[in-house]
């Protein structure tokens, strides 16, 4: 591409902090600023020419970034922060609550069709990768059943929508998937397997002072989307030791179909990842789908996307000749 591509980023969390970094191994984008909800003063990104803004102050870049990467969680701040910004910008976000996606597309979909913006909503590896893997693995193998695993790792969404209870001053949550579950599905059986058989879920929180923890261990696990379906341990924990033991974000997981073809052969198809960094990673992929929506937009193409609706072409740097060389 001729063009370097202009990004902004939203929120310098883990997920932006790891933006960062993606944007720098790439040849064809340039970071122009970082908005925050906090004083930008207090923001130190050792990065040349790159600016601190309030997020209040973002309509004034509407001509100076191409696309806006919104790092902020799914509990509270993107079902807000990604109508508002893609009336303005072409954006890419990492909303990931599953059952929620349907609503949270229309609503940025009416906000980027009418300001001729492009959003691609949902963006990273579930969902994101993971999701294009279970649609390709279902039209590949009809006769035959998804599944899929996440973990062992920690959770960037579940751990955020912990930290957002009241009392909560500090937490992350692992997700770990059964082992015993991965093989009868690995084996070709097909097994039923209700959510809590597939996955538990372990949260390290760190309480406010006189916080009710009884309260607290009752509204996690009965959280909607989140925790509600799920076998959940709660253990309380000091802040020296979550600083000790969990500052580290692995993750990863499986898709797996065990499906028929002809005469009754069993194939499986098995997609997976192992992941030092969860945010890295995460960020990574928003970023090679910020050239997504820089393309996307350029071609007319406005409104909602997911990333069922981007060709592989537009997330690569490669020209098309390249690729077929090279990939095909």
């Not at 001729?2 to 933006?19: C, H, M, R």
Request: charged share 25%; aromatic share 10%.
């Amino acid at each position: 591409m001729s063009k370097t591509i202009k990004i902004g980023i939203v929120g310098y969390g883990n997920l932006g902090k790891g933006a960062v970094e993606a944007i720098k191994q790439t040849a064809d984008m340039e970071l122009v600023a970082v908005f925050t909800r906090r004083d930008p003063k207090d923001l130190i990104i050792d990065e040349p020419n790159v600016e601190t803004v309030h997020i209040s102050n973002a309509g004034d870049y509407k001509d100076k970034i191409d696309v806006m990467l919104l790092c902020g969680g799914s509990a509270t701040d993107l079902p807000e922060q990604t109508p508002y910004f893609a009336s303005m910008f072409n954006t890419v976000d990492s909303f990931d609550t599953h059952a929620k996606i349907p609503e949270f597309y229309e609503s940025v979909n009416a906000a980027a069709t009418k300001a001729n913006t492009t959003a691609i909503i949902s963006v990273g590896w579930d969902p994101g990768l993971f999701s294009i893997n279970r649609v390709l693995a279902d039209a590949i193998l009809p006769s035959g059943e998804n599944y899929t695993f996440w973990g062992k790792g920690l959770s960037q969404g579940h751990s955020d929508a912990i930290r957002r209870v009241e009392g909560v001053k500090n937490g992350v949550q692992y997700t770990i998937p059964s082992e015993d579950a991965m093989a009868k599905v690995r084996s070709g059986v097909n097994p039923e397997l209700s959510t809590a058989e597939k996955h538990e879920r372990v949260c390290y929180i760190v309480l406010e002072e006189g916080a009710d923890s009884a309260r607290i261990e009752n509204e996690i696990k009965t959280m909607p989307n989140y925790f509600a379906d799920y076998n959940t341990e709660i253990h309380f924990i000091s802040e020296e030791e979550l600083k000790r033991d969990h500052s580290k974000a692995p993750h990863g997981g499986f898709v797996i179909r065990g499906g028929n073809t002809g005469n009754g052969n069993k194939q499986i198809y098995e997609f997976s990842l192992k992941l030092d960094s969860n945010p890295e990673f995460t960020a990574s992929v928003l970023v090679a789908y910020a050239r997504a929506a820089y393309r996307l937009n350029a071609a007319k193409q406005y409104g909602a996307k997911s990333v069922f609706d981007v060709a592989p072409s537009y997330i690569s740097p490669r020209t098309a000749e390249e690729l077929r060389r090279d990939y095909l």
